[in-house]
């Protein structure tokens, strides 16, 4: 299975989305390798950081950002891999719409923090929708806006997900029942190269309802 996190919102979370998803999955006995694609290369550091402290499991990460042997490489990687992260460009470039076409599953983080994270997630939502109609098969990949950083009791973020069933409609998406909160656990889980899921807390009961809720979503893997 291949699930990519992508937004082209700088700070969405994608990075965070993979590597918590991988080593989520990894604990569960998939074999699973992220494949980052972002120029900043957050995940391939988050797992050197992790390879340095030796924690276990090892999540392998692979460099990608040419957009030429991005097919390929994710179909070679399928063959000996049950889940394929892939940590998406945080902006329009060659590489979105093979991503888009090459994934089983397209996570949207989506922040609830201004007017300017709906605009710039409705303008990846219309570039996915594109891609969709260019399909020669007629079918869609699958998308789900996930709520991210949200933090409890705040109105403001509260009513900015309470929009979200219409944004979801007018693209033709799912939006998760579950969200992440805004917590300091997945900062710092990040800092040591961890999963939320290798600590204890709420954070990590989150990451788990959402592996759960991506489990049960009628896709093959």
């Known amino acids: ?3 990519s996190s992508m937004n082209f919102k700088g700070g969405a979370g994608k990075t965070m989305i993979s590597t918590n998803l991988a080593v989520a999955f990894a604990m569960l ?40 042997t991005i097919v390929s490489t994710v179909r070679n990687l ?21 991503i888009i076409l090459l994934s089983d599953l397209v996570i949207v983080p989506v922040p609830p ?27 869609r990949t699958a998308a789900y806006l996930l709520p991210n950083m949200v933090k409890e009791g705040y109105n403001l973020h509260k009513a900015f997900i309470q929009s979200l069933p ?15 909160g805004d917590l300091v656990a997945f900062g710092e889980s990040n800092q040591f190269g961890l999963g939320v899921v290798e ?4 954070a ?3 990451l788990t ?5 991506i489990e049960k979503l009628s896709i093959n893997y």
């Not at 219409?166 to 992440?180: A, I, K, P, R, S």
Request: charged fraction near 30%.
């Open 29 to 68: 006995g998939k074999k699973v390798v992220i494949v980052d694609t972002d120029e900043s290369f957050a995940s391939t550091k988050w797992a050197a950081r992790r390879e340095d402290a030796g924690h276990e499991p090892v999540i392998p990460v692979m460099q990608m950002i040419e957009s030429k």
């Open 204 to 206: 990590k009961q989150q």
């Open 1 to 3: 299975m291949v699930i």
């Open 166 to 180: 219409q944004l979801c409609e007018d693209y033709q998406v799912g939006l998760f029942d579950n969200h992440l």
């Open 199 to 202: 600590q204890s807390g709420k």
């Open 113 to 139: 923090k201004s007017g300017n994270d709906r605009e710039v997630t409705e303008d990846f939502l219309e570039e996915f929708d594109a891609v969709q109609e260019r399909r020669p098969d007629g079918e």
């Open 209 to 213: 309802a959402l592996v759960q809720e």
């Open 78 to 98: 399928s063959e000996n891999n049950d889940i394929i992260l892939v940590d998406g460009p945080p902006r329009l470039n060659a590489l979105v719409s093979k």
